[in-house]
């Protein structure tokens, strides 16, 4: 991983960081004590900052795409992608999962979420209070004009900022990945956009989002609604 000038609190890789979106899941799922595991451990130790991402994991004999939060002290929280991708059968290898991560850092709230949960608002609404969603992402560049609209929507109408973390390069199917990953504002504001392979960091200030929902608490009017589980 490319060194990092400052002292990150969080580090954001992409959606199957280690392999690339597949659905070969059989030949490169690993447990949770393979090596992509221990390595984010290995690296949350060496910047004492949070590291996260999704890989590709084999479980009870299912496959989950499933984003890890990896913490410095070696624990770890997890999170398996609940929206799977069927216009690339997705669902058809992989687990869903059923239940949000919502974690805990230096006072902030924070949703993760990986890469297709994006367009499923009701999924991610902002019943939690969150402050920060994150998103892990191989989306692709022909459809980028949704991945940054989206992202503006869904900071904008849960009052939190969102990041998103999007792949870059050609997958060998032909199918492109320009990254385009951003960091908005709660008010919608972009705030940072990379194009192409990059590091970057940004500071986030907690006081926009306790400013914007004192003046603007629509929050408070949302609609409350329970979400039934799939049936798998």
């Given at each position: 991983?490319?060194?990092l000038k400052g002292e990150?609190?969080?580090?954001?890789?992409?959606?199957?960081?280690?392999?690339?979106?597949?659905?070969?899941?059989?030949?490169?799922?690993?447990?949770?004590?393979?090596?992509?595991?221990?390595?984010?451990?290995?690296?949350?130790?060496?910047?004492?900052?949070?590291?996260?991402?999704?890989?590709?994991?084999?479980?009870?004999?299912?496959?989950?795409?499933?984003?890890?939060?990896?913490?410095?002290?070696?624990?770890?929280?997890?999170?398996?992608?609940?929206?799977l991708f069927s216009m690339?059968?997705?669902?058809?290898?992989?687990?869903?999962?059923?239940?949000?991560?919502?974690?805990?850092?230096?006072?902030?709230?924070?949703?993760?979420?990986?890469?297709?949960?994006?367009?499923?608002?009701?999924?991610?609404?902002?019943?939690?209070?969150?402050?920060?969603?994150?998103?892990?992402?191989?989306?692709?560049?022909?459809?980028?004009?949704?991945?940054?609209?989206?992202?503006?929507?869904?900071?904008?109408?849960?009052?939190?900022?969102?990041?998103?973390?999007?792949?870059?390069?050609?997958?060998?199917?032909?199918?492109?990945?320009?990254?385009?990953?951003?960091?908005?504002?709660?008010?919608?504001?972009?705030?940072?956009?990379?194009?192409?392979?990059?590091?970057?960091?940004?500071?986030?200030?907690?006081?926009?989002?306790?400013?914007?929902?004192?003046?603007?608490?629509?929050?408070?009017?949302?609609?409350?609604?329970?979400?039934?589980?799939?049936?798998?």
């Open positions: 991983m490319q060194a990150p609190d969080i580090i954001v890789l992409p959606e199957m960081f280690s392999t690339g979106f597949s659905m070969n899941a059989f030949a490169l799922a690993e447990p949770m004590h393979g090596d992509s595991v221990n390595w984010m451990r290995e690296q949350a130790q060496s910047y004492s900052a949070v590291i996260t991402g999704s890989i590709i994991i084999e479980e009870d004999g299912k496959y989950y795409n499933r984003l890890v939060w990896m913490q410095p002290d070696g624990s770890f929280e997890q999170y398996d992608k609940r929206h690339a059968d997705e669902e058809k290898t992989y687990s869903p999962g059923n239940k949000k991560l919502i974690v805990e850092l230096k006072g902030w709230k924070i949703c993760p979420m990986v890469c297709y949960d994006l367009r499923f608002p009701a999924w991610i609404r902002n019943h939690e209070m969150y402050d920060l969603l994150i998103f892990a992402a191989n989306w692709p560049e022909k459809r980028i004009k949704h991945w940054t609209t989206l992202l503006h929507a869904r900071a904008i109408e849960n009052e939190s900022y969102a990041v998103g973390v999007n792949r870059v390069g050609n997958d060998g199917n032909g199918i492109i990945h320009s990254g385009s990953s951003m960091a908005i504002s709660p008010m919608g504001e972009t705030l940072l956009e990379l194009e192409g392979e990059s590091v970057a960091e940004i500071e986030l200030h907690y006081e926009e989002i306790t400013k914007m929902r004192r003046h603007m608490p629509f929050l408070k009017d949302r609609d409350n609604y329970e979400i039934k589980d799939f049936e798998l």
